[in-house]
């Protein structure tokens, strides 16, 4: 039979980049392609000692169903960890969501009617666009650069779309382009969301992951008006698989939060929310995210300094500060796209910029190269193949 | 600030029945108001057994990220079974979900525009109208009758509605009636469905629930167009909190399907699809839904037996065939809100049909009983002390 899909799917569908990414899984590629955390660092062991306990201790509070907001301890740890990061709870509430994702679709739901604007950086992450889209929003993206978005072409984003809901932005070692939002970039977009009144929608899945550099505060922590929504993820300081994230917005939402995430999943899974709060109390958390820093600066050095080495010298790329990726550009607005293709080929997966595109028409220069998967070798191995594929195509 | 929330969650908020729900926590209220499992009935020990064997032999494959379809062997696990039920997998696929509330969040998603009719069950699960509202769709209700809907208000709803784009039905032991659509109505609701060229949500959470009676043919298996999404839950014959369903569709949907899986949550989580498809094929999964079939009638049996001893003759209710609710109806079409208000006042909770409606300003006159939850003394109690309020109210 014909399936009449709703329209607001019709964006969704398509991308440029599904059959390269499912190169991924041929173990003779190199895959800088992923977007995964570093398995090794799964701090496996006290995950499994905890799920013993708490297995044994409180069996119906792990299998029954729970609050939509959250396992409430783990709420107040994060609260906590973020009052010291100077973002207060006076005025704001914190629920647990399955992932950073399904913050992307709480706040679509909740704030953006079809045919309305987001305001995106470009490139941004390809599954928070796709969320956006599948709400039917327009997507109007400003160029970002190595210390955030592009102030004039934000607020001319701005003037000329005044149906925008929100702003979207990742402000430490964004995905894909691995760039941190500078203080003063960060003051002057909250004075602009002020200005036009829109929301932010702050997502800060890497923020703990800095391993370089000073910490810049939050959005979230400069916010008078409870103009912004913040969110964080386990998913690369625990594991990805856990589902689990979490929202901070003004309480005055707190309804409106809670009926949309009952009306998407009811709750998020309560095993890994104990198991979460367990490890952030009781075992030695801080010391789990030192050990990544550490695993993650080394990585980040390896494969700067093999492209340093290897790659053609008119390809630009910023060692990043923390997080997962780099982003490299072909100089002269040259199209990624067919280099990227050419790279996988030669045994080499990226992603080419295109694919985090608010207008996947438009051709990018960039490609990401993820650092936490690739081993040693492959790191070595795969910026030799590439780099002599840059000397192959910028002579 | 004032925050613009988005047109769509406008039908969401305010149901009535929050605030009476809110008391289900008094430890001194009888709860018959929850749409609980019974907690005695989790494989507790098996769960255990299973996590700590998969997180010592295979814990990458648990904690990083998975796939949007789900686990293979699960998913193959479940077709098998549900070949045996008449569903067939040459045209069909079967994707994991996160719990039979994500099915609802995905169909509303991929096939309704906003303004666009959902014909319902009239009453109907809480949770699936406000999911369809959040995507700003239409609800129009058909009388539920103790064999399945109205025919004839079901055939007048689709003629006077030509943007119905799908059907929503539980046709087993139906959330809140408790009531099973016959064999001959699921056959001329799905000839109805071809006739007006409509798809239908058949949500099956309960199906593998029955204790009496004969069971039914699903209408997936009655499918010859691909015009039914069926999906079942892990919910009630596992866990609630794995948060685990399943969605059967036709297979040109997959990619259709997967795309807006990833936008919601990218994947299910992958430890409980492993318990999951552990305990299905290594453990007695037959004998642990004997046991919970045994406890289930037992229980309905007591709650039947005891609200016809205690009610007002006048008060009608069904013996149920399996699930977890009975819904009474109080004569004459007389509301049933100020009855359940003062159920609460004199300690026993249930919830009034308004609640499941479709238009949450007409009164009904059932309530619903859940009896999957409470102790058998507060199945006695609890109808003693109803039954003394039904004699007050009619005389």
Chains 1, 2 share one sequence.
């Not at 009144?197 to 800060?204: F, G, Q, S």
């Not at 409106?256 to 709060?277: E, G, M, P, T, W």
């Not at 060692?319 to 280099?339: H, N, Q, R, T, V």
């Amino acid at each position: 039979m014909e399936y009449n899909i709703a329209d607001r799917m019709g964006q969704v569908e398509g991308s440029v980049i599904r059959q390269l990414l499912t190169l991924a899984g041929d173990p003779k590629m190199i895959s800088f392609g992923s977007g995964n955390p570093a398995s090794e660092a799964f701090p496996v062991a006290e995950i499994a000692a905890i799920t013993a306990r708490v297995l044994a201790e409180d069996p119906i509070a792990m299998l029954q169903y729970g609050l939509s907001e959250g396992y409430a301890p783990l709420r107040d740890t994060l609260k906590t960890r973020l009052k010291a990061e100077g973002i207060g709870f006076e005025n704001n509430e914190l629920y647990i969501v399955s992932g950073g994702q399904q913050a992307c679709d709480l706040m679509a739901k909740l704030f953006v009617n079809e045919g309305e604007t987001v305001i995106v950086e470009e490139p941004s992450f390809m599954g928070a666009l796709n969320t956006f889209r599948s709400y039917g929003a327009k997507l109007v993206g400003v160029p970002m650069e190595a210390d955030g978005m592009d102030l004039s072409a934000l607020e001319q984003a701005l003037k000329s779309h005044p149906d925008c809901r929100f702003i979207y932005m990742i402000p430490n070692f964004q995905n894909p382009t691995g760039f941190t939002t500078s203080l003063e970039k960060r003051r002057a977009i909250y004075a602009l969301a002020q200005r036009y009144d829109v929301l932010i929608l702050e997502d800060d899945p890497y923020g703990t992951l800095r391993f370089a550099g000073e910490a810049v505060p939050s959005l979230k922590s400069l916010d008078t008006d409870g103009r912004v929504v913040y969110t964080g993820s386990f998913s690369k300081v625990m594991a990805p698989a856990f589902r689990l994230g979490y929202m901070v917005f003004d309480a005055a939402l707190s309804d409106r939060f809670a009926a949309a995430k009952q009306c998407v999943d009811v709750h998020s899974n309560l095993l890994f929310q104990h198991i979460c709060y367990a490890y952030m109390t009781q075992y030695d958390f801080e010391g789990h995210i030192d050990r990544l820093k550490a695993l993650y600066a080394r990585k980040a050095a390896l494969m700067v300094e093999a492209m340093t080495t290897h790659f053609h010298p008119a390809v630009r790329f910023n060692s990043p500060e923390g997080g997962l990726f780099i982003m490299a550009f072909l100089p002269d607005g040259k199209d990624a796209y067919p280099f990227v293709a050419e790279g996988i080929t030669r045994g080499v997966l990226t992603v080419p910029g295109v694919a985090f595109a608010a207008d996947p028409q438009k051709p990018s220069s960039g490609f990401r190269l993820n650092f936490s998967t690739p081993s040693d070798e492959q790191i070595l191995q795969g910026c030799k193949i590439l780099g002599e594929l840059t000397h192959a195509w910028l002579g």
